[in-house]
C-alpha cells in the first residue's frame, strides 16, 4: 500500500506551490484539501496540527509537517533531491534560498494594487536580471544541473520560477541562453510533473464517483480545474492535457470491464 500524503492550504499557488512540483517530480502521488472556509482552518488549529498557526501543512510518514523549508527538506532528503553530500546539500540550500527570495517577489505582483502593477514589474525584471538570473546562468556551466550530475530540489525550483517569471515577462530569459537550454532539458519533467498529478486526480475522482462520495468527487474536479490552470497556457498544451485526461479514462475503464 503506497503511502498517504496529503497537502493542506488554500486555493492557489503560494508557499505550497513549491512543494507540489517537488512531490510529483519524485513520483510522489498526493491529496489536496484545499482550505475554503474558516472553519477548516480553525479545525486544524483545534486539532493541533499548525504548530505555528499557518499553513501550508503536509501529511507525510505519520507526522504534520508545518513551515515551507522544513517541508521541502524532508522531501528533498526522503527521495534523493538533495546532493550526494554536505558540500553539496550546502549548494543546493543557497541556490534554493536564492530561487525562493526570486519567487517572493513573483507571487507578490498579483496582490499588487493596479495602479502599482507596472512600477512593481518593473522592479521584479531589474532584479531578475541583475542580481538573480546571472547567479542560475553562472551555475548551469557546462551541466543540465545547478548542482552535481543528478537533478535536485534547486533545479525543481529553478524551473518553477523561471516559468512563472516568463508568464509576467515573456522575453525575460532572451539574455540568459544556459537557463533557456535547461528549461528545454527539463521540459519533459514539466509536463510529466503536471501529467502524474492530473492523473492522480482524474483517477481518485473516478473512485469517488463510484463510492457517490460527492464532495471529495467536487474536491477532486477543483484540484483538476487548478492544476490544469497552471501548468498549461498553450494550445498545445491544452491538447497534451486532453491526452493525459484521455488516456486516464481509457486505464480506469479497462480496470472496470
Known amino acids: 500500500m503506497s503511502e498517504r500524503v496529503v497537502l493542506h492550504?488554500?486555493?492557489?499557488?503560494?508557499?505550497?506551490?513549491?512543494?507540489?512540483?517537488?512531490?510529483?517530480?519524485?513520483?510522489?502521488?498526493?491529496?489536496e484539501v484545499f482550505l475554503t472556509k474558516r472553519?477548516?482552518?480553525?479545525?486544524?488549529?483545534?486539532?493541533?496540527?499548525?504548530m505555528f498557526q499557518q499553513v501550508p501543512l503536509v501529511e507525510i510518514d505519520g507526522m504534520q509537517l508545518v513551515q515551507s523549508k522544513a517541508i521541502l527538506n524532508y522531501i528533498a532528503g526522503k527521495y534523493s533531491l538533495?546532493?550526494?553530500?554536505?558540500?553539496?546539500?550546502a549548494m543546493i540550500d543557497m541556490y534554493s534560498e536564492g530561487v525562493s527570495d526570486l519567487m517572493d517577489l513573483v507571487i507578490m505582483y498579483p496582490l499588487t494594487p493596479p495602479?502599482?502593477?507596472?512600477?512593481?514589474?518593473?522592479?521584479?525584471?531589474?532584479?531578475?536580471k541583475d542580481r538573480f538570473l546571472p547567479v542560475f546562468e553562472k551555475?548551469?556551466?557546462?551541466?543540465?544541473?545547478?548542482?552535481?550530475?543528478?537533478?535536485?530540489?534547486?533545479?525543481?525550483?529553478?524551473?518553477?520560477?523561471?516559468?512563472?517569471l516568463q508568464e509576467l515577462l515573456p522575453t525575460i530569459l532572451s539574455r540568459f541562453p544556459k537557463i533557456q537550454a535547461f528549461q528545454e532539458n527539463l521540459h519533459p519533467m514539466r509536463l510529466d510533473v503536471v501529467g502524474k498529478v492530473l492523473v492522480?486526480?482524474?483517477?481518485?475522482?473516478?473512485?469517488?464517483?463510484k463510492s457517490q462520495n460527492h464532495e471529495e468527487a467536487e474536491n477532486r474536479r477543483q484540484t483538476i480545474r487548478i492544476i490544469s490552470s497552471r501548468g498549461f497556457g498553450t494550445s498545445v498544451n491544452y491538447c497534451v492535457f486532453a491526452l493525459v485526461?484521455?488516456?486516464?479514462?481509457?486505464?480506469?475503464?479497462?480496470?472496470?470491464?
Do not use: C, P
Not at 513549491?18 to 502521488?29: I, Y
Not at 472553519?39 to 499548525?50: F, S
Not at 538533495?82 to 546539500?89: P, S, V
Not at 534547486?154 to 520560477?161: M, R, T
Open 200 to 209: 492522480w486526480s482524474v483517477h481518485e475522482l473516478l473512485e469517488d464517483q
Open 245 to 257: 485526461i484521455i488516456i486516464a479514462l481509457l486505464k480506469q475503464i479497462n480496470k472496470m470491464i
Open 115 to 128: 495602479e502599482n502593477k507596472q512600477k512593481y514589474l518593473s522592479d521584479i525584471e531589474q532584479k531578475a
Open 139 to 164: 551555475g548551469l556551466g557546462n551541466s543540465q544541473f545547478l548542482v552535481g550530475n543528478q537533478l535536485s530540489r534547486a533545479d525543481v525550483h529553478l524551473l518553477e520560477v523561471t516559468l512563472m
Open 9 to 31: 492550504y488554500f486555493n492557489g499557488r503560494g508557499k505550497m506551490e513549491a512543494v507540489r512540483w517537488l512531490l510529483a517530480a519524485a513520483g510522489v502521488q498526493f491529496e
Open 39 to 50: 472553519e477548516e482552518y480553525e479545525k486544524l488549529l483545534n486539532d493541533g496540527a499548525l
Open 82 to 89: 538533495y546532493g550526494k553530500d554536505l558540500k553539496e546539500r
